[in-house]
């Protein structure tokens, strides 16, 4: 194990301490304003935010990732970058501001003008930290990574429960996400001794802005195939049906946002020093695509199986419509957490456009499916993730191990551990639904099934991994303690 793993390692154990923390808090108040709105909130959130959240994508021209995987960087090439991204983030603000208009005549809808107007101040925020964050990750400082985000989402979360029990309806999650940003702000200027200086020098911003574009572009292709399931509904559905797709498929994305995007949060800089070592860089690959799948695919398989349980218990009878919707966009995420370390490997050794080329093909094709499949309704949608979906991911993995030079055998032999201790889970668990058949009805009441099921979950997959990889518990270990 390099010494770069190793750090790395620790910078993910600092960072994942902090996001657990702030998750349980996050998760808790995300069911409690779930019972609180209406569906029809979510709808009017999903449509605001497609033209800011791409705005929000582009403000960053890719410049973070620039800055991590340059190898050497001057104070006065920082500076330049620093002073780019503000003009930027300053003229998508004015773009989207007017472009609120627009966005109401396509869904027919007048009250996301002042969603997005208000959105629109984000960019300049998210501008002003481009620079220094990026500084802390390139640095593999994570705790102070995780110091921040927590306690962004701690202060975001108090006021917007305040905003809910006042009546906030849809400026709930709107002046949560201001409110977010405006706080890691703040604490990523007081974590951080960097100031910009008063330079600005295009030429010096220029190998930035080239590799930054390259990666925006695949990211703006990315974000075409992210918004245009709910554009398309958007269009063809009713608020209320946009909000059961939208929220359904948030909830099944917690895993992915909230342990595979922090995965990729600490391996993108650890990937960009180990560039040049061919052999160690594979070795990280295979390892972090091995403790990605076992995190993550047995929370997925947890969620099909328990996903009626769940929405009963987190949430009220306005939202059982999702639950057959829920229950199989998380099988559909064991696919996005699979391939979602390919793009960050082929900028890492300098092949942002790979992931550009995947990207718009997955926009193109997804958007058609998507566009298909909202003319016969909600559940319908499911169509897209689990043909054409799975065939994309499939052929980018492939893609990407022919070209660092991994066989295929290789790669599912790391994966082979836990999907056979989630598929125990999955006997375990049915084995205990099925005995539960006989019993009297009403002996065991919603909240201890659910436990118990959770219970017996767990203790199949961590027995599964302690008589049959036990190494991993060493290696970890180990890792900790160095």
């Given amino acids: 194990m390099s010494s770069i793993e190793k750090i790395a390692f620790k910078g993910a154990s600092w960072l994942a301490l902090f996001k657990f923390t702030s998750q349980l808090f996050s998760w808790g108040i995300t069911v409690l304003i779930a019972r609180i709105l209406v569906p029809d909130d979510y709808g009017l959130m999903a449509m605001a935010t497609m033209i800011t959240g791409y705005a929000a994508l582009f403000s960053e021209l890719g410049l973070g990732d620039a800055i991590i995987q340059k190898p050497k960087i001057k104070q006065s090439e920082l500076s330049s970058v620093f002073w780019f991204a503000m003009n930027i983030a300053l003229l998508l603000t004015i773009m989207c501001f007017f472009s609120s208009y627009l966005m109401a005549y396509i869904f027919d809808e007048p009250r996301i003008i002042p969603l997005i107007k208000t959105i629109s101040i984000i960019f300049i925020i998210n501008g002003l930290q481009i620079v ?28 917007m429960i305040t905003i809910a029990y006042l009546g906030g309806g849809v400026w709930t999650l709107v002046g949560g996400n201001v409110i977010l940003s405006l706080a890691k702000l703040l604490f990523v200027y007081f974590y951080v001794e960097w100031l910009p200086q008063l330079h600005f020098n295009f030429k010096e911003a220029k190998s930035y802005i080239t590799f930054g574009i390259t990666v925006t572009i695949g990211y703006s292709f990315f974000y075409l195939f992210d918004i245009s399931d709910k554009f398309f509904a958007g269009r063809a559905w009713t608020p209320l049906v946009l909000g059961y797709y939208a929220f359904a498929l948030q909830l099944s994305q917690i895993p992915t946002e909230k342990i595979v995007v922090l995965i990729n949060q600490v391996s993108f800089p650890a990937f960009s020093e180990l560039q040049h070592d061919q052999q160690k860089f ?158 009297p009805e009403q002996s065991i009441n919603a909240v201890c099934n659910l436990t118990l099921e959770i219970v017996i979950g767990a203790l199949c997959y961590v027995s599964y991994l302690w008589f049959f990889d036990r190494k991993l518990f060493y290696s970890l270990a180990k890792l900790r303690e160095s």
């Avoid at 964050?133 to 006021?159: P, Q, R, W, Y």
């Avoid at 390919?342 to 790979?354: D, E, K």
């Avoid at 998507?370 to 689990?386: K, R, S, T």
Wanted: proline share 3%.
């Fill in 282 to 439: 594979n070795n990280f690959y295979l390892n972090v695509t091995k403790i990605m799948a076992t995190l993550v695919i047995p929370l997925f398989v947890g969620g099909y199986l328990l996903g009626e349980d769940i929405i009963k218990f987190l949430l009220n009878e306005k939202w059982f419509p999702i639950i057959f919707l829920f229950r199989y966009l998380c099988l559909a995420q064991i696919f996005t957490a699979l391939s979602a370390a390919n793009t960050m490997v082929h900028n890492a050794q300098g092949r942002p456009y790979w992931g550009l080329w995947y990207n718009a093909a997955r926009a193109i094709i997804m958007a058609t499916s998507f566009y298909w499949a909202v003319q016969y309704g909600l559940n319908a949608m499911l169509i897209p993730w689990f043909t054409t979906y799975v065939i994309l991911c499939a052929v980018w993995i492939i893609i990407t191990l022919h070209k660092i030079g991994i066989d295929l055998f290789t790669y599912l032999k790391k994966l082979s551990t836990p999907l056979v201790a989630t598929l125990c889970v999955a006997i375990g668990v049915k084995s205990y639904n099925y005995v539960t058949i006989f019993l």
């Fill in 132 to 159: 220094p964050f990026s500084l802390l990750k390139k640095n593999l400082d994570f705790k102070k990574v995780g110091l921040i985000e927590m306690a962004g989402v701690f202060i975001s979360c108090c006021c």
